[in-house]
């Protein structure tokens, strides 16, 4: 991965003089495949405090010397408002003994490297045992991956911009860890929320719709401090023709939960404060609401069919209603056990994607290569009492996390039986069990290998490539990915 030392150390003398003492950690494992494991605390009852915090992230986007491109359809997606601010969102978690922080950020993509220079600044600094990053996934967000920028030629990424993400992380991260108070953590997971406006634009039709989510509640007054939230859907129902800088639906999952289901002066339900942090779950496929996919608003009694933010806020609206509708209806559980502990594996991935490669090669793609045309990467397992959660760096097809794989005799291997299984969800052991996508990376779609097809014939009948393989590593990442995962999870079941 490439790491830019005097960046660090950028970063380091920025928060210094903030009154922070900036310390460097050791550095991330070494090439090849390697495993950290460390055994969990145990308790008598169970015992964890948490932060929550929230830091602004929103461009400037009248900087004249400093464009800022959008990311997530084609290039030259200048943006030219902001209509809701992107925020870095943080978690800290700790059990007394071990502490680490969950952090979620407005953004398409972060990616290893960008991962890597937040966890030297704070790491030993705050005493973490883990510091996980996501992404939101926007696609009406500041590019910080490099392919949509002014041109195929020229990278999207400001580099005044990505500094900017990287100190609000870390100011986040701080104020987290700074707010740890005692908690009472409940799980909740609704099943086939918002079926009607998500669908799969590639077969087999395999979705991801359950709504998970961990609340964290004070200890001595219940009051909500914050939730974790996870569902898959891409957040672009604002689609294509957008200048306007915003998370998209997730803005108003957030706002929904937090503040209560609004419209105007009317509340059809009251939110419960604290702080919402969004991640999303198996995106691939891919998960969309599209810009010809009818969205129905009951409280409108309209159909919103044509890309909008009241069509952005029904999506969001009904993901917010169904956990607001969930809590008030007792569905959630006490989290039981004491557990917390952080397990992860450092891949090298090959980068089979002549495009990608070419892409690093000119810089516009900010990676760098070991061992050839291999990438660094990382999965791993965060267990927080009886709830698992995974961590994958891209953007993971269903199939692989839930069941469904097929074999198409058309694919371009010509596989007979799957590769991946069994679903990664079968492997983890929680009682409740998150896949948290775009975390600690940003490596593309995490395709099947026989669902793989970019040579004609093209399986199902299709007249052309899935769109996909285009913006995927290769074939073997899911095999990769979902192999280094399963033995994660088996060990997590072994030192139980």
Request: charged share 20%; proline share 5%.
């Given at each position: 991965m490439f790491r830019s030392s005097s960046f660090v150390q950028r970063l380091k003398e920025v928060t210094k003089l903030s009154g922070f003492v900036a310390t460097s950690f050791s550095?991330?494992?070494?090439?090849?495949?390697?495993?950290?494991?460390?055994?969990?605390?145990?308790?008598?009852?169970?015992?964890?405090?948490?932060?929550?915090?929230?830091?602004?992230?929103?461009?400037?986007?009248?900087?004249?010397?400093?464009?800022?491109?959008?990311?997530?359809?084609?290039?030259?997606?200048?943006?030219?408002?902001?209509?809701?601010?992107?925020?870095?969102?943080?978690?800290?978690?700790?059990?007394?003994?071990?502490?680490?922080?969950?952090?979620a950020l407005d953004v398409i993509g972060f990616m290893y490297n960008d991962i890597a220079d937040i966890r030297e600044v704070v790491q030993k600094e705050l005493n973490l045992d883990f510091v996980i990053v996501s992404s939101t996934h926007t696609h009406e967000?500041?590019?910080?991956?490099?392919?949509?920028?002014?041109?195929?030629?020229?990278?999207?990424?400001?580099?005044?911009?990505?500094?900017?993400?990287?100190?609000?992380?870390?100011?986040?991260?701080?104020?987290?860890?700074?707010?740890?108070?005692?908690?009472?953590?409940?799980?909740?997971?609704l099943t086939n929320v918002g079926a009607?406006?998500?669908?799969?634009?590639?077969?087999?039709?395999?979705?991801?719709?359950?709504?998970?989510?961990?609340?964290?509640?004070?200890?001595?007054?219940?009051?909500?401090?914050?939730?974790?939230?996870?569902?898959?859907?891409?957040?672009?129902?604002?689609?294509?023709?957008?200048?306007?800088?915003?998370?998209?639906?997730?803005?108003?999952?957030?706002?929904?939960?937090?503040?209560?289901?609004?419209?105007?002066?009317?509340?059809?339900?009251?939110?419960?404060?604290?702080?919402?942090?969004?991640?999303?779950?198996?995106?691939?496929?891919?998960?969309?609401?599209?810009?010809?996919?009818?969205?129905?608003?009951?409280?409108?009694?309209?159909?919103?069919?044509?890309?909008?933010?009241?069509?952005?806020?029904?999506?969001?609206?009904?993901?917010?209603?169904?956990?607001l509708t969930g809590i008030s209806n007792g569905q959630e559980t006490d989290l039981s056990g004491s557990t917390l502990s952080w397990t992860s594996k450092s891949l090298l991935l090959p980068v089979d994607n002549i495009k990608f490669r070419a892409a690093a090669l000119l810089k516009i793609i900010r990676r760098k290569f070991e061992a050839g045309f291999k990438t660094r990467s990382e999965v791993g397992l965060l267990r927080l009492g009886d709830t698992w959660i995974g961590t994958i760096p891209g953007e993971l097809y269903p199939e692989i996390a839930n069941g469904g794989i097929e074999t198409p005799a058309e694919g371009d291997f010509k596989l007979s039986t799957p590769v991946e299984v069994p679903p990664l969800r079968q492997s983890m052991k929680g009682q409740m069990n998150m896949l948290l996508c775009l975390t600690n990376d940003q490596i593309g779609y995490i395709v099947p290998r026989s669902q793989w097809d970019e040579k004609a014939p093209f399986a199902y009948g299709e007249k052309s490539?899935?769109?996909?393989?285009?913006?995927?590593?290769?074939?073997?990442?899911?095999?990769?990915?979902?192999?280094?995962?399963?033995?994660?999870?088996?060990?997590?079941?072994?030192?139980?």
């Open positions: 550095a991330l494992v070494g090439a090849g495949l390697s495993i950290s494991w460390q055994q969990p605390a145990i308790a008598n009852e169970p015992s964890f405090s948490a932060g929550f915090a929230r830091e602004s992230i929103t461009p400037d986007v009248n900087d004249a010397k400093h464009p800022i491109w959008i990311a997530g359809f084609g290039q030259k997606r200048q943006a030219r408002s902001v209509h809701d601010n992107l925020f870095a969102s943080a978690i800290a978690i700790s059990d007394g003994t071990r502490r680490g922080v969950m952090l967000g500041p590019d910080l991956i490099g392919i949509w920028g002014p041109s195929f030629f020229k990278t999207g990424v400001d580099a005044q911009y990505l500094q900017l993400v990287k100190q609000q992380s870390l100011k986040a991260i701080r104020t987290a860890v700074a707010r740890l108070e005692p908690v009472r953590i409940q799980r909740m997971e009607d406006v998500v669908v799969d634009t590639r077969m087999p039709q395999v979705f991801d719709n359950n709504v998970r989510v961990l609340h964290f509640r004070g200890s001595n007054d219940n009051q909500t401090k914050g939730m974790l939230v996870t569902w898959a859907n891409h957040p672009e129902v604002l689609w294509n023709a957008n200048t306007a800088i915003t998370s998209d639906f997730v803005h108003y999952v957030r706002d929904g939960i937090e503040n209560g289901i609004r419209y105007d002066a009317t509340t059809l339900h009251p939110g419960l404060g604290g702080q919402v942090v969004y991640i999303n779950g198996a995106v691939g496929g891919l998960m969309t609401t599209l810009d010809s996919t009818p969205v129905v608003d009951s409280f409108l009694h309209q159909t919103l069919v044509t890309p909008s933010f009241e069509k952005a806020r029904t999506v969001g609206y009904r993901v917010a209603d169904a956990v490539a899935p769109y996909g393989e285009e913006n995927s590593l290769g074939p073997n990442t899911a095999p990769m990915i979902h192999k280094a995962l399963t033995e994660i999870f088996t060990a997590a079941e072994t030192n139980e």
